[in-house]
């Protein structure tokens, strides 16, 4: 068995790469940002959605190998991309080459959002020992504090949108990519579907950060000790 060349180790993880952001990746921002919305239509139900997802066995083991490592990896991956990439005047127009320029640059930013968000949810959660039904007012209260300044409103602001615009444009570069859209027409229809799903998701990332922001609501755990 011929061992892969060095191009051939680069062209896979590239294309390891643009997979991650899109499975498990991308997936996962779908959802999450789905379940947070739940917040506009009250508490109960996000808190709910909280509960049910802190009660899945083996959620850390879960989120570690579908979640961190995927993101891990897709993040090294993308500093990477920005380190060695050249843009293509004399390939793509003008337009493509600054998406692809605030592709890179979204991208920097979602990593030392997702430290911060992080840094701020989850290692509290797990250093507190706030598992299970202690998870969901632990968590929103967390929240309820970080909407209650413009800074952390500024924060999330920038945090959504940016991740929803790197998710969406991404989508784009994928399907070109992997050679799901093919021709001048199918490539132009993809981009406007998928700037409209980057928008009806950043639709609902500022709906809850503005419910938040108006109605920080405290509640129980829904099940005590």
Not at 33 to 45: D, K, M
Not at 83 to 91: I, L, M, P, Y
């Amino acid at each position: 068995m011929v061992a892969p060349s060095k191009d051939e180790i680069h062209h896979l993880l590239l294309k390891l790469h643009s997979l991650t952001g899109i499975v498990p990746i991308g997936v996962f921002l779908v959802i999450h940002i789905c379940v947070n919305s739940l917040r506009t239509v009250g508490a109960w139900p996000y808190q709910l959605s909280i509960d049910a997802i802190n009660n899945l066995p083996f959620l850390l083991v879960i989120e570690i190998t579908f979640i961190y490592i995927p993101l891990l990896f897709h993040s090294v991956m993308g500093f990477y991309v920005v380190n060695h990439a050249k843009t293509n005047v004399h390939r793509y127009r003008y337009p493509r080459n600054a998406l692809y320029t605030m592709q890179r640059l979204s991208g920097a930013v979602v990593f030392v959002f997702l430290v911060y968000h992080l840094g701020t949810t989850v290692a509290p959660k797990l250093w507190e020992g706030k598992h299970h039904f202690e998870a969901a007012p632990f968590l929103i209260d967390i929240m309820n504090g970080e909407f209650k300044t413009w800074q952390g409103i500024l924060i999330y602001t920038i945090g959504v949108v940016s991740a929803t615009f790197h998710f969406s444009n991404g989508l784009w570069g994928f399907c070109v990519s992997w050679g799901i859209l093919i021709g001048p027409k199918a490539q132009r229809n993809g981009a406007i579907v998928f700037a409209m799903v980057g928008l009806a998701l950043t639709f609902l990332g500022l709906a809850t950060i503005a419910e938040f922001n108006m109605n920080p609501v405290p509640v129980d755990a829904t099940v005590s000790r």
